[in-house]
């Protein structure tokens, strides 16, 4: 159990120092992995920045991610969990819209603070502050993926197993402090787990940034 989204990345960020990396650069999911990946950048002397991606709703069961779609438009699907809801095309196609939608929204905001880090030839760890399908991960990863980066990381401080090992096949390695049999959500492993606001997110980043030399 961690007290809080900071102690969880302080705690992961222990288990990556002393690492040799290549022009590191943290990539954190809004909005709760911006606490996480704002850490481990601080910890690891990185650049932080995000990479969006939304989860897919299932109709009325607006909790259950049966997949999710990346800010370039691509989409990762969970079709067993679509085939079994029954879910048609047009119910898809119309919360891959609402959910782009949030995403330019959220870019036109992350964008005014920051542009976009690059990624080429980079040691990159992509972070959340837990794994639960594992759709906006896996999502994200095959963003960032295709931008060339010379090494993928995942780390996470807590993840479902199974989710856990499928998102390994997105990238070279998942860093994750718990991955317990009763995994039930994310937020059961935290005694405080608060909602993350827009102007949080928007907050961190500006802190990030570099000092302009005089």
Known sequence: MFRNRDEAARLLARRLKG???????????????????GVLARELGAELDVVLSRKLRAPDQPELA??????DGRVYLNRETCKVLGLTDRE??????????EIVHRKA?????????????????VTDDGIATGATMIAALDVVRAQGPHEL????????PDRRAEVRRHCDEVVCLLA?????????????????????VVALLRASLPVPQS
């Open 109 to 125: 905001l992350v964008r005014s603070v920051r542009p976009q880090a690059p990624v080429a030839g980079r040691s990159v760890i």
């Open 92 to 101: 898809l196609a119309d919360e891959r819209r609402r959910q782009l939608a």
């Open 66 to 71: 049966v997949g999710a779609i990346a800010e």
């Open 180 to 200: 317990p049999a009763d995994f039930g959500a994310v937020g059961q492993f935290y005694e405080d787990f608060t909602p993350v606001e827009d102007t949080a």
């Open 19 to 37: 690492r040799t990396f290549r022009d590191l650069l943290v990539l954190a999911i809004p909005r709760g992995g911006v606490v996480t990946g």
């Open 153 to 160: 990381i995942v780390a996470v401080p807590v993840a479902s």
